[in-house]
């Protein structure tokens, strides 16, 4: 790279500056960012139920479990609606049980906030039914808490 000579050392090093290429930052940009990727964030295991409550399947008494990486992000998605979108989804987890679950939502200015968070709370026992089955200790009204954290015009999903 030709650097033009002019008898101030300070342009000449802004103009090497601004001439050099941002290649690479782009590579380490990329690097931290697939390192990021690899990350494992922890995550509980549910035990899941059978129609009846029981969670030994099988004459051998198999458990089968399903991770908290799929049921927060199904919850999320099913409490998401037009008019109201998650904040937060915590699962608290004793002993490979779900024990409760706490919803944080914005909703959306003139709403109805009690029936969206009826709403929301059946979105949410529906996916724990689906996904969990019937947990006898589980009670959606007791263990299902939602939260009204904002209410804003516009989309709530962009806020």
Do not use: K, N
């Amino acid at each position: 790279m030709a650097v033009e000579q002019t008898p101030d050392p300070l342009e000449r090093a802004t103009r090497a500056l601004r001439d050099e290429p941002d290649a690479g930052w782009i590579e380490v940009s990329q690097a931290v960012m697939s390192r990021v990727r690899t990350l494992v964030m922890p995550a509980s295991v549910v035990i899941t139920f059978d129609e009846v409550g029981s969670s030994e399947r099988g004459d051998r008494g198999s458990i089968v479990r399903v991770s908290g990486r799929v049921l927060t992000p199904r919850l999320r998605e099913a409490v998401d609606t037009p008019t109201r979108a998650a904040d937060s989804v915590d699962i608290e987890v004793a002993d490979d049980r779900c024990t409760a679950i706490h919803l944080g939502l914005v909703c959306v200015y003139g709403a109805d906030l009690q029936q969206e968070g009826r709403d929301a709370r059946a979105a949410a026992a529906s996916v724990v039914h689906e996904l969990l089955g019937r947990d006898p200790a589980f009670d959606p009204e007791r263990d299902i808490t939602v939260e009204i954290v904002d209410v804003v015009e516009g989309d709530p999903h962009t806020q």
